[in-house]
């Protein structure tokens, strides 16, 4: 019943939430994958590793592909994105700790660059 519920609750958290938010969720969750794909490296866990960086990949997949590429900051992010996708690659190929750790540093970098722009636009729709 737990689950059922927990479920329920990121449900309507998705379906609620601003084009903003929903970034911030991805980026979150990719993070997420990652840290669980060194746990599962460190346990030996190959297809839990594979499965946790393939979730990774198809987020980043997906940031990519939202970008509106009329703005120069969305071809700077795809090169990011970009570089991202191949460390992952590397990552799960060769069981990098080191790929994993770079990508899940550069996310947390944008992610919380991300949650300030969110705040700064909240601040401005409140004034």
Known sequence: MGLHVQE???????????PGELTLMLY?????????????IEGNDISGRHNNLIKAQNIVDELQS????????SHNLFSI???????LQEANTK?????????IHLL??????????LKSMKKSEVN
């Open 8 to 18: 329920n609750y990121i449900r309507a958290q998705v379906q609620t939430a601003s």
């Open 28 to 40: 979150n969750g990719c993070i997420r994958f990652l840290k669980t794909s060194l746990i599962c």
């Open 66 to 73: 939202t970008l509106d590429m009329n703005y120069e900051i």
């Open 81 to 87: 994105y970009d570089f991202i996708q191949f460390r």
């Open 95 to 103: 069981q990098s700790k080191e790929a994993i750790n770079e990508s």
């Open 108 to 117: 947390t970098d944008l992610r919380d660059t991300w949650m300030e722009a």
